[in-house]
């Protein structure tokens, strides 16, 4: 039980850290809108490369803090019926779904995602603008935010079946 206790400790810290260190991509995100406004709006001079970038950034946000938003409970939930069950009944519930749908969900998108991740390096994928900017980096991003995100699913499956097994929150 230690062990497993442990475990989800360690899962939800690489959550959390990550996290911290991630939702900061807000603050360049904000620079590139605020400088492409006053750019294109004021000087009458737009720039195509901060459309990209400000969709990297979002991107890059979006993705790397899905294990996060897992971890504080923040993604979209429909609780017409959860709501009003039992913990247990909700722990069946979460543990079936896990297995039937989460961990095969995101095993799909990371595999895809690693085959254009490496496909996008090997080719040293850019842009298609007069200007052209990489794009592999940005590519590599979805199989680590893929990563990210199966560890804390992992994480709080074993919550939810210690919850199961022992009747203890971890």
Not at 29 to 53: D, K, Q
Not at 99 to 116: D, E, P, Q, S, T
Not at 121 to 135: G, K, M, V
Not at 150 to 158: D, H, N, R, V
Request: positive net charge; glycine residues 6%; contains cysteine.
């Amino acid at each position: 039980m230690r062990a497993i206790q442990s475990f989800v400790k360690w899962l939800d810290s690489i959550s959390e850290w990550t996290g911290r260190i991630f939702v900061w991509t807000v603050v360049p995100l904000t620079i590139i809108v605020v400088f492409e406004v006053i750019s294109r709006y004021v000087f009458g001079h737009p720039h195509i490369w901060c459309l990209s970038i400000f969709t990297w950034l979002y991107g890059v946000h979006f993705m790397l803090l899905a294990g996060y938003t897992l971890l504080h409970k923040r993604h979209i939930a429909i609780d017409i019926l959860y709501a009003h069950w039992t913990p247990r009944v909700q722990a069946v519930v979460d543990v079936v779904t896990y297995l039937l749908f989460f961990f095969g969900f995101v095993g799909i998108i990371l595999w895809a995602g690693v085959g254009v991740a490496k496909l996008s390096w090997t080719i040293r994928e850019t842009t298609a603008t007069t200007s052209p900017l990489p794009l592999y980096p940005y590519k590599a991003v979805l199989p680590i935010a893929m990563v990210l995100l199966m560890l804390q699913g992992l994480s709080e499956f074993l919550k939810r079946l210690v919850f199961l097994i022992k009747g203890v929150q971890l």
